[in-house]
């Protein structure tokens, strides 16, 4: 097995007080005091996606998008979409696989892939990473860097996937968890999830957004947070 680097609040992978730890801060997504990222994992997909653009769009908010290289192959030009609305785009990996199952060169094969399609697909090169379940290993780190890939994972999130959750609850969840600097992740796509999960996260995103209104935190992509010095 590949050197477990960091491990973070993966479904079943929970390491959360970890990415606290001093040192970790980037990692963990945190930025700008004033400012809230918000991403979206798991997509392109037709299904999906479309709804969250337009739940954005409503409110005039862009966001990262952590793109699959295979989703980006079966839906291209939903992709290059994402990005022309102005969303920024990061890598999620080619298949969405626990990094430590896997050696270093299948680890760096499905990270090059998956960079490279999505680049020539949107047209833009993307310079986040976040890997599948928020879990790194030192091979994805180096071959992260190789291809000039920040890893970021996130602090608050959804939860949207879990047995129990609500609409409701993710909400509470996503809130519970919102602080100035903060990264909030859901997911435009149930391609990894169970029935259901996706549009929890959906109908999270206006509450979350009038939140963070009410906070007065700004919301938008990681390219707007302040990461402290990418790579
Ligand atoms: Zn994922």
């Known amino acids: 097995m590949a050197g477990l680097a960091f491990a973070q609040a993966g479904p079943g992978i929970t390491g959360l007080p970890a990415v606290r730890a001093r040192g970790f801060r980037r990692l963990a997504g945190q930025g700008d005091a004033d400012h809230v990222a918000l991403t979206f994992d798991d997509g392109p997909d037709p299904q999906s996606t479309p709804r969250f653009l337009q739940a954005l769009d409503e409110r005039g908010v862009h966001a990262t998008f952590f793109m699959l290289g295979s989703m980006v192959e079966k839906a291209p030009g939903l992709a290059a979409e994402i990005a022309a609305a102005g969303h920024e785009v990061g890598v999620h990996g080619f298949d969405h696989r626990y990094l430590t199952v896997r050696g270093p060169r299948a680890t760096r094969s499905d990270l090059t892939r998956a960079t490279d399609l999505i680049a020539d697909v949107t047209g833009k090169r993307p310079a986040l990473f976040r890997p599948p379940y928020g879990v790194l290993t030192g091979a994805a780190l180096l071959t992260a860097r190789e291809l000039g890939l920040t890893p970021v994972l996130w602090r608050s999130w959804g939860r949207e996937w879990a047995p129990a959750a609500t609409p409701q609850s993710v909400v509470r969840t996503l809130v519970s968890g919102l602080d100035g600097?903060?990264?909030?992740?859901?997911?435009?796509?149930?391609?990894?999830?169970?029935?259901?999960?996706?549009?929890?996260?959906?109908a999270a995103v206006p509450p979350l957004l009038d939140e963070c209104d009410r906070r007065g935190l700004r919301v938008g992509p990681l390219a707007e947070h302040g990461l402290l010095g990418r790579c």
């Open 181 to 202: 600097g903060v990264t909030v992740l859901l997911h435009d796509s149930g391609c990894t999830s169970p029935a259901g999960a996706w549009q929890r996260g959906l």
